[in-house]
């Protein structure tokens, strides 16, 4: 009990440190992502994602600033000090921890193949042998398809998950492979009635990671500690299943 007292001392000490400290750039990513963050029509960022931004910033006592960072640089953004920490729907994965660290997770979702109805697929290599697959740039979604699916299947990449949603609209692409909920926000559209999720793709952590987290600088513990601390809070609290009823019908912290 007094190791345990004493941690949650020190958890403390250092949310108080932070607190005190200069602002918080928090990194999203410039591109829109709907439903977890995206500008609106007056340019203000909002979405799932942003929700539970200011959330963890209040509970851990965090004065935070959206810095919106192109999606390809954000890694090198938060490396060089251009911003304190990344919120941008990143996944935790062995690859980015050998740069960066990351907080404990706070979402979980599939990752699935979205394809066009009238095409018979599912998410095996087997069955995309032959098909054009449109994936964004720098995720670990490109990754999988580069390890799965390369060779036999025909890969483009995006900039962003949006421009590969218009394409597959289109239909100058069969399918794209993207994040399970992030996917269901297109298929609500009227684009998105052009297709339908195919399936999930088979797990692999060490490509897929083991969640979303916030990436911080390598030794940067006093804001990884104070990032914690806020996550464990508003879960504590109900804040996170009021935020996310919002957006989404089922949990999507995951185990």
Avoid at 28 to 37: D, G, H, S, V
Avoid at 95 to 101: A, C, G, L, P, S
Avoid at 159 to 174: C, H, K, M, S, V
Avoid at 212 to 224: E, I, S, T
């Amino acid at each position: 009990m007094r190791k345990l007292a004493l941690l949650a001392t020190t958890a403390l000490i250092a949310t108080a440190a932070m607190a005190q400290a200069d602002q918080v750039r928090i990194g999203i990513a410039a591109e829109p992502y709907p439903p977890f963050a995206s500008p609106d029509a007056a340019g203000n960022w909002v979405g799932w994602e942003v929700e539970i931004i200011d959330a963890v910033c209040a509970a851990a006592a965090l004065d935070c600033v959206l810095t919106p960072t192109a999606w390809d640089g954000i890694i090198p953004a938060l490396v060089s000090g251009r911003i304190d920490t990344i919120m941008a729907s990143m996944s935790i994965t062995a690859d980015r921890m050998q740069t960066i660290d990351f907080s404990d997770p706070y979402y979980n979702t599939p990752t699935v193949i979205v394809g066009q109805r009238d095409m018979q697929m599912d998410a095996s290599p087997e069955s995309l042998a032959g098909k054009v697959l449109g994936v964004q740039v720098s995720t670990i979604h490109q990754s999988y398809a580069q390890a799965y699916f390369e060779g036999a299947t025909e890969l483009r990449t995006y900039q962003t998950q949006d421009e590969a949603n218009q394409d597959l609209a289109a239909g100058r692409i069969d399918a794209t492979q993207a994040d399970s909920l992030a996917m269901d926000d297109f298929l609500a559209t009227a684009a998105g009635a052009c297709c339908e999720v195919k399936g999930a793709v088979a797990a692999d952590e060490a490509i897929l990671g083991a969640g979303v987290g916030a990436g911080v600088r390598k030794g940067d513990d006093a804001l990884r500690e104070a990032i914690n601390t806020g996550i464990a809070a508003i879960i504590a609290d109900g804040t996170y299943d009021a935020i996310t009823a919002g957006y989404f019908a089922t949990s999507i912290l995951g185990n």
